[in-house]
Nanobody, 127 residues
């Protein structure tokens, strides 16, 4: 019942910025923790950031802390990832994901805890 569609990816120079958006379907969006993951060629899919269903607690991978910001607008059924000071190492396909459970008071960071995934959007940072 949950469908996710990412947008906002593209090509940017080192030090530039991008904002990714993830549009979700259904009224259940506001009850779901949301996460952003990324996967580069030959690498595992790793968590980038996550946000609690209430928009409170957030989590960031050490590699993006201080540069990326996750936020959500439940009225628009949308979660965002603002990416600043981009580096070539950030080049990857970025995926939006929704928690498999509702109203969790913890923010999972494992991909196994997320049941719904978008198709991904490519982010390429030129050196």
């Amino acid at each position: 019942q949950v469908q996710l569609v990412e947008s906002g990816g593209g090509l940017v120079q080192t030090g530039g910025s991008l904002r990714l958006s993830c549009a979700a379907s259904g009224r259940t969006f506001s009850s779901s923790n949301m996460g952003w993951f990324r996967q580069a060629p030959g690498k595992e899919r790793d968590v980038v950031a996550a946000i609690r269903w209430s928009g409170g607690a957030t989590y960031y991978a050490d590699s993006v802390k201080g540069r990326f910001t996750i936020s959500r607008d439940n009225a628009k059924n949308t979660v965002y990832l603002q990416m600043n000071s981009l580096k070539p190492e950030d080049t990857a396909v970025y995926y939006c994901a929704a928690d498999r459970l509702n109203f969790r008071v913890v923010t999972p960071t494992s991909s196994y805890e997320y049941a719904y995934w978008g198709q991904g959007t490519q982010v390429t940072v030129s050196s």
